[in-house]
């Protein structure tokens, strides 16, 4: 095994090209950039769908990039999501955009992302059968991972805990949801650990 990425370029008479450099494939136009990409659930270990969205990048008047994102299916296996997104990254490699009119029409009339920090709710150790587990609250803001430790304590409770703050989080507010994890902090006597909570919600 040399290591080498095969490179996948191509050029269509429009303009358009389509390029893979071994992290998946960006579709380039004259003013945007398509992608497609695997979304994945918000809660670990849930039952919520792996998501396939056609992402579309541009640039605001100065010059930062914005992205507009549109689902265009949902399956309950990772494996099926990723084969979806290898199907529409064929089909913009063979057809260009030709092959996905309708969604990039759809995709463009969607709302700009805004770039808030993305927040997940999840046990360590994942296994179910372990006698003790800590539920965080992971944050991600672009490459950076933080980890703020809510409770430690039996499997069960902990899985209370997550559902409880899972629901808060399902109403949209991130700051009632900050707030709802450092209650349950305080109830677990892990205050200490939960206050780069607090931090993140001040940064911003």
């Not at 030709?98 to 992302?113: C, F, H, R």
Request: charged content about 30%; glycine content about 6%.
């Amino acid at each position: 095994m040399t290591g080498e990425q095969t490179i996948t370029r191509k050029e269509f008479p429009n303009g358009d090209v389509a390029l893979d450099e071994g992290e998946g494939l960006v579709y380039r136009t004259t003013d945007a950039a398509y992608s497609v990409e695997l979304d994945l659930p918000k809660r670990l270990l849930s039952d919520e769908p792996y998501g396939v969205d056609l992402v579309r990048t541009t640039h605001d008047a100065q010059g930062d990039e914005r992205q507009q994102r549109l689902t265009l299916a949902e399956y309950r296996s990772q494996m099926a999501a990723e084969e979806h997104v290898r199907e529409v990254e064929q089909t913009l490699l063979d057809q260009g955009r030709e092959g996905l009119d309708v969604e990039m029409n759809l995709v463009t009339a969607m709302p700009y992302e805004t770039d808030e920090p993305l927040y997940l709710i999840g046990l360590y150790p994942p296994a179910p059968d372990v006698a003790f587990a800590t539920l965080n609250v992971l944050r991600f803001d672009g490459d950076r991972l933080d980890i703020a430790p809510v409770a430690r304590g039996p499997v069960a409770e902990m899985a209370g805990i997550e559902q409880r703050l899972f629901e808060v989080q399902a109403e949209g507010d991130t700051d009632v949801f900050l707030k709802a994890a450092t209650a349950e902090a305080v109830r677990s006597h892990t205050l200490a650990p939960i206050l780069p909570c607090l931090a993140w919600k001040e940064s911003n």
